[in-house]
C-alpha cells in the first residue's frame, strides 16, 4: 500500500544538537511539505519542494533545512539555531492537481 | 487577520445529532477546500474537499461552499463518538500552491 512514512516517531534532542527526521514517500507524488504543529496554533509550514532538488522556504523556516535528492525523500533536520524545537512535525505529500494532502504519522520532537 | 478561521470550540453534540462546523477564509483567489479529521495525537486525515459552490456529500459528511461569502462549512449527520477529534479546513489557490489551514474545531459527540 501507498503512503507516508515518518521515522522516528518520536525524538529526544539536547540543547544544541541538530536533528534530522525522515520522511519517504511511495506514492508517485511531486510535491512534498513539511509542517509543524504545536497546540492551539494549528499547521505551520516549514519547507516545500514541489520537484527534485529544489525547494522553497515556508512560513517558519529559520532553524530548519531540507533536501530533495530523491523524488522519495524529503528529510527535514532541525538545527541548534531553532530556538523552540519541541512540536510535532507533519510531513505531507500531493499529486499534481488540486488535492489534498497526504500526511504521514509524524514526528513527536522534544528538547531534553 | 488570519487567513483561515475557524471557532476552536469544543463544540458538543449528543450522539445523532447533526454537527456543523464552520471556516471561513480570507484570499478570493482560493480555489480548492478541504476538511481534514485529527485524532488527538495523530496525523490528520483528508474526509472532504469541494472546488465549486455549492454542496458535496459523501456519506454522513456534507461539505458547503460560498465562494462569494468566504465561507466554508462542514455537516456531520448522524453523529457518532468515534466522530470525535479536531477539524481542520484547509484552503488552496490551487496547483502546488501551499495549504493554508485554519486553527481547527474540537468536535465532542457525547453518548
Known sequence: ????????????????????????????????????QDPGQGLRLIYYSQIVNDFQKGDIAEGYSVSREKKESFPLTVTSAQKNPTAFYLCASRRQGSYGYTFGSGTRLTVV | QKEVEQNSGPLSVPEGAIASLNCTYSDRVSQSFFWYRQYSGKSPELIMSIYSNGDKEDGRFTAQLNKASQYVSLLIRDSQPSDSATYLCAVSSGGYQKVTFGTGTKLQVIP
Open chain 1, 1 to 36: 500500500d501507498g503512503g507516508i512514512t515518518q521515522s522516528p516517531k518520536y525524538l529526544f534532542r539536547k540543547e544544541g544538537q541538530n536533528v534530522t527526521l525522515s520522511c519517504e514517500q511511495n506514492l508517485n507524488h511531486d510535491a512534498m511539505y513539511w509542517y509543524r
